[in-house]
């Protein structure tokens, strides 16, 4: 069905996303059939941070970002097939990270960078937990202003659709209509019949998960020791939280007619997410960007903060815009029925301001002052944002080997001398 060559294209190196691993046949697999379904020859490799299957899934979840980029700068300098370069795809957490290694070292360098449903801007709320009529609100605004734009993707003709529509959204953004900033504490859940306790609890140690089988009501709660820390109980429901010595415990008991919200359970405490062990051991937390907590991000985050060049002039490295203007693609592809980044739209770099404010990145200083290079790439037609069908996750091999390797991977046709 495609024809191209393998022999004369680049390498192709593909980094797995989060809680995944560098041998999945579903994720990592289908990338590979689709790549060698148009170039045959090509050198594939893909990223294991750990070799053991179950370590590398660890290694996407638990750990410092900044030092698993070290380690991946180390380790694809010493494979000699990528001495002259080669093309990136990211999935996910992936593309993160390897957006990071191209702004960190660079070498090998990556000539095309391929992202897939990753959050350059950050995480604004925990996966499945954005408030589902602002989604509705930010899809319905993006289609308002790509249906504006006709395919054009000149700056030119961004500036003159967004003027056109920009009485349609003044002061439109969902996010206004939010609750002023939580108080902390939950409103009671109500219910009777409570039958099981449910426990998250996140330490330096590790994420536990969940637990469950506690019976027998609130003797069941207080001997394990949570009554103390009681928010709120009504109806035989009950929702509390502990901070305890390098640990967070949020437990909900839960019975017949009580309906659990996972997400309203702990969207007061998504400040946590910048405690200093939070950081250093958990690696979503080290791109999650709260707009209501802007100043804890910026002095805080582990990691977003720094890579996207957003502390200030006189913090500003420059080598990481210098790096990401030497891609000669970089393609950020949004997954259409996203739900597990949030904003979706993060992954063509939409952010926040301080309001609440869902911003396009023309219209933000990032791409304004060039903090990243990404207005010279736009400028230069070397920056692309497009779509993928399905949710987070979901490849099909056929079309990513049609509307990416094809466009993007093959090399150029040269010219024979005359």
């Not at 997410?273 to 991000?297: E, S, T």
């Not at 210098?322 to 993060?346: G, H, Y």
């Amino acid at each position: 069905l495609f024809a191209g060559n393998g022999s004369a294209a680049l390498p192709v190196v593909v980094w797995h996303g989060f809680f995944d691993s560098c041998r999945n046949d579903k994720s990592v697999g289908y990338l590979r059939a689709a790549v060698r379904s148009v170039l045959p020859d090509v050198f594939f490799h893909s990223i294991c941070v750990k070799d053991e299957g179950v370590r590398d899934i660890s290694s996407s979840i638990f750990g410092s970002i900044d030092q698993q980029i070290d380690e991946v700068c180390a380790s694809l300098a010493a494979i000699p097939q990528l001495a002259g370069g080669f093309n990136a795809i990211g999935i996910s957490q992936g593309g993160l990270l390897f957006r990071a290694y191209v702004q960190r070292c660079n070498s090998p360098p990556v000539r095309t960078l391929i992202t897939l449903g990753s959050p350059h801007a950050g995480m604004a709320a925990l996966p499945y937990c954005g408030p589902s009529r602002e989604t509705e609100g930010e899809i319905e605004r993006e289609n308002h202003f790509r249906g504006c734009m006709g395919g054009a993707d000149d700056v030119g003709s961004y500036a003159t659709c967004n003027a056109s529509v920009a009485a349609d959204w003044e002061g439109e953004s969902t996010w206004q209509e939010e609750e002023a900033e939580e108080s902390g504490g939950l409103s009671s859940l109500g219910g009777v019949g409570v039958s099981t306790l449910r426990v998250l609890t996140a330490s330096s140690n590790g994420l536990s998960g969940f637990s469950g089988g506690f019976s027998g009501g609130l003797s069941g709660l207080s001997s394990g020791g949570f009554s103390s820390s009681l928010i709120s109980f009504s109806g035989g429901s009950f929702a509390g939280s502990s901070e305890m010595a390098g640990s967070i415990t949020w437990a909900l008991l839960s019975g017949v007619g009580t309906a659990v919200d996972f997400c309203t359970l702990l969207k007061p405490h998504m400040h946590r997410v910048y405690l200093p062990w939070v950081q250093k051991f958990f690696m979503p937390a080290q791109y999650f960007r709260l707009w209501r907590h802007m100043d804890r991000y910026l002095q805080r985050s582990a990691f977003l903060a720094d890579i996207n060049n957003e502390r200030g002039p006189t913090r500003r490295n420059e080598t990481y815009a210098a790096n990401v203007r030497s891609l000669e693609r970089l393609v950020l592809v949004r997954w259409q029925d996203e739900t597990m980044i949030s904003p979706p739209q993060s992954s063509w770099f939409w952010s926040h301001d301080r309001s609440g404010n869902l911003l396009p990145l023309q219209e933000q200083p990032m791409f304004a002052e060039d903090w990243l290079g990404l207005r010279t790439l736009h400028e230069k037609k070397k920056l692309h944002f497009t779509t993928m069908p399905g949710s987070h996750g979901i490849i099909n091999p056929s079309l990513f080997a049609r509307e990416f390797v094809s466009k993007y991977l093959i090399p150029e046709p040269t010219t024979a001398a005359a």
